[in-house]
């Protein structure tokens, strides 16, 4: 359990604290979505997660570890991976596979056990035709799927992704949010999914909505999804499927509120139909 303890931190630059008192639990296996504006301290509180920042006040701890603990950090980052934004800030290799190869190859792993890593997290990810590629000749989807495959070759028990869609095209986005959730579900990993759309997030276990350096409100993604306001007031949209049921509720259609997907939203928009329709009401089931 990675437990983030009412931390304050502020940048050496100067300027309001980028945290301020945020608190936030990532169970073993739980998939944690974090959403929040522009500039609210995202980024920065999932770099508390491995020790790349430390708190000023308050505690991280990963699994017991306490990320002051200089003597834990190298522990702790073995347990808690991280995507960044930019996919290009953390490529280092000179060819995909050497690439996949750095965080596994820093663990000391014997050669054998190393091969196996890297080819294992190539296939996982579905990059293996890429292996002897120049990472800078890849496109921007590619590249995130390298660092990706990086990140699972070091075998962590959690995962912090930083804005995991950003720069992707649509069906490269879905790839990406497809392999999140499975590394979730089939490995059990811990997954932090930080977002700016709300859609990413609908199939996490827990929504946490972060506001100014501090996390304003956390729940099931229906909770916090459908919340419509709330989501306003931050700057932040509400999921489409909330959007549409919404207004189609402010137009006085008496649709069931409560979807997330646009499938929920067809289903009870259907549902409506039918209840309205002639005769309606009988074909339901
Ligand atoms: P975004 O959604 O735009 O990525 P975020 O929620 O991830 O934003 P952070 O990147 O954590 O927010 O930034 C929080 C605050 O800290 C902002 O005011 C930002 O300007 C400031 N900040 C971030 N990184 C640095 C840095 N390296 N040095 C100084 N200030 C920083």
Redo the contacts with the bound molecule.
Sequence with gaps: MIVVDRVTFA?????????RGASLTIREGEYVGLI????????????QLNALLLPAEGSVTVDGLDTRDRAAVAEIRRRVGMSF?NPEHQIVGMTVEEDVAFGPGNMGLPTPELRRRVDEALAAVGIAALAGRLPHTLSGGEKRLVTIAGVIATDPRYIAF??PSAYLDPAARRRVLALIRSLNRERGIGIVH?A?DAREIVHADRVAV?EA?AIRCEGSPRDVLTDREMLRGLGLDAPPAVEIIERLREAGVGVKGGALTLKEAAAEVAAHIRSVAPGGGAEER
């Design positions: 940048y050496e630059t100067g300027g309001a604290p980028a945290l929040g504006a522009n500039g609210c301290g995202k980024t920065t509180l999932i770099r934004q930083d804005e930080v700016h972060m350096g």
